[in-house]
Nanobody, 123 residues
């Protein structure tokens, strides 16, 4: 079972930037992809971005495409989410998550996740 620990959240003004980190430990190679989903108060989970383990293909939701960038450091077993041009609607708890297949990415079938990190975009 993989363990995921998120960090890097905080309060930022609209238009600002944050970088989230997800430290993974355990059997990360058992998974198809690793990435992020978010959940705003009173709303459901929304897949944000992910990167495949084998070949580094990146996926983004339409709501963050062009503003967020996912990357990984295999030496540190860490996945990053660089978030630029942040908007108030990006406010949510962000969770690092794993996917078992490409279909799981399409259907937002999140396999495991960490404790989350709060991102608040407000002036």
């Amino acid at each position: 079972q993989v363990q995921l620990v998120e960090s890097g959240g905080g309060l930022v003004q609209p238009g600002g930037s944050l970088r989230l980190s997800c430290k993974a430990s355990g059997f990360t190679l058992d998974y198809y992809a690793i990435g992020w989903f978010r959940q705003a108060p009173g709303k459901g989970r929304e897949g944000v971005s992910c990167i495949t383990i084998s070949d580094g293909r990146r996926y983004y939701s339409e709501s963050v495409k062009g503003r967020f960038t996912i990357s990984r450091d295999d030496v540190k077993n860490t996945v990053y989410l660089q978030m630029n041009s942040l908007k108030p609607e990006d406010t949510a708890v962000y969770y690092c998550t794993t996917f078992l297949s490409e279909e799981a990415i399409r259907t937002s079938d999140f396999n495991s996740w960490g404790q989350g990190t709060q991102v608040t975009v407000s002036s």
